[in-house]
């Protein structure tokens, strides 16, 4: 089919935009952006529609569409203040509103549809979106790492570049919720310059990956960035010096590092697109994120509706593993933390939704790290153990693996076991949205093996982080209470109650419900005992 407009023909079978028959260089998505508007242009085009038709569906920002559209008006001299084909409708969507002709209909009866120029354009109300089949597989994020730069004056170490390049590539593609481009697509870029939002149209990706590698004498600079291709915008950048001992234990380390701090900030990137960006109707991939991004708050609202929303993506997509496996863990911790009532039943709910999970994607780490939680909470230590270690053979960088690897060894009373996975997850990802969670899990054991210096000093670091819980507040009291600093422990215990008034002794008996061993909940009681926590709650918890 043959659009006219003007002198600007767009026709569909060649995919091209043309002016007084010379074609028009530009990108295949602003071509796809014009067709849907021209053969929509009776109606107003929502921002929604736009993206699941032009994206996939893919979670994109406004300023990508906002881009499309400006360029789209530049090959047709048009711009936002005078809007002579494209009207923006304020907050809701687009419309195509210059008379066009269909050149391919039967010549006696040629078609003119739409508005004449004199007639001012009506808006019509948003569309309702018919139900769609969910998508998961389509919308994860794609991400391409490209060969990074030997800035060296010597082409001898290029092997070195592109050994740290080969193992970000193969760290970050164990996180399976990432679509990773393969190595040989990357490394096809090798030595170009490239523009990242063109490579993003090009590979098809959200994010790119760049880095520059640099030796001098026995040591080793590796610089690195996250780009999201949408906006062109730098979500994180690092530097990591390190001195050379055995070159492949620092290439091992540099890799695993920026792979373990690339994960959390990919994810911080795509809730953040979904809950600023929040499509009209919800599908299974939305739903996740929304989910993830109210479980990381860590209040008891946020924890409520964390369950509700992963509740929601299972019903849209009951292939969708993620859902069940995060609904599960966000069950376990209203338990631990909020007003989650502990069961069994729910227990065994929150179990079969991780083997759920593991039906569809047995080799997904983060599944087994999940169900290795759930098994904590049911007092299956040994279980949880073996759960944490096959993630961690799937995934050598998950900090959270490392970290309920750690929780479980404690449990089983191996403190020496549980200090080193801890110390793994805190310098693998110092970034983790549940870093808090690493430290204070942390301290807890450390009180438990009467290291009460170390879980003073982590409670002191988690306490710095936003959405620190107040567990965190109770083991300081405790650790500050063995430490016979009184005064300290009373006052840590009156900031336990501003946090969480009605925090009791009996409260934590119940909510320590994961804990097997009668002697770990003694001990901790009879701490919060001696830093003057009361024993039964004077008022009810908020």
Sequence with gaps: MRYQFDDFELDTDRFELSRSGVALATEPQVIELLVMLVQNR??????EEINESVWRGRIVSDSALSSRIKIARKLLEDDGRT??????????????IAPVQELDVAEDTPATVGPSAAEPPTVEPESTCPAQEPAPHSAKPAVAVLPFTNLTNDPGQEYFSDGITTDIISNLSKHRWLDVVARNTSFGFKGQATNVQLLGQTLGVDYVVEGSVQRAGDRVRVNVHLTDCHSGHTQWADRYNRQI????????DITETIAARLEPEIGYAERYKVVHNRPANLQAWDCYH????????????????????????????PYFGEAY??????????MVYWDTKPAQTLLDEALRACDQSLSLMPNNA???????????ARREYRSAISENRIAIELNPTFAAAFCGLGDSLAYETRYE?????????IALSPNDPQMWAFLTYGA?????????????????????????????????????????????????????????????????????????????VDCYLEGLRRAGVPEQATMLAS
């Excluded at 001992?245 to 091992?252: S, T, V, W």
């Excluded at 496996?325 to 209203?334: C, D, E, N, Q």
């Excluded at 982590?458 to 063995?482: E, F, G, K």
């Design 42 to 47: 009776h109606r107003m085009l929502t921002k």
């Design 444 to 520: 807890l054991a450390m009180i438990f093996k009467g290291d009460y210096e170390t879980a003073l000093e982590w409670t002191d670091w988690a306490a710095t982080i936003p959405n620190c819980q107040y567990w965190t507040s109770a083991h300081r009291a405790v650790a500050l209470a063995y430490l016979n600093r009184t005064s300290a422990a009373h006052d840590a215990t009156a900031r336990l109650l501003l946090e969480l008034p009605g925090f009791s002794v009996a409260f934590a008996r119940e909510k320590l419900l994961y804990l097997r061993e009668q002697a770990q």
């Design 417 to 425: 076991e549980a200090l080193k996975n801890f110390r793994k997850s």
């Design 83 to 96: 809007q002579r084909y494209i009207r923006t409708v304020h907050k809701k969507g687009f419309r195509f």
């Design 290 to 317: 929304l989910g993830v991004h109210h479980f990381y708050r860590f209040t008891g609202p946020d924890n409520r509706e964390a369950q509700r929303l992963l509740r929601q993506s299972q019903e849209l997509d």
């Design 245 to 252: 001992a055995d070159i492949f234990e620092l290439q091992d």
């Design 366 to 376: 983060t599944f087994h790290a999940l169900r290795a939680r759930v098994l904590l």
């Design 325 to 334: 496996a995060w609904w599960a863990y966000a069950v376990i911790l209203g």
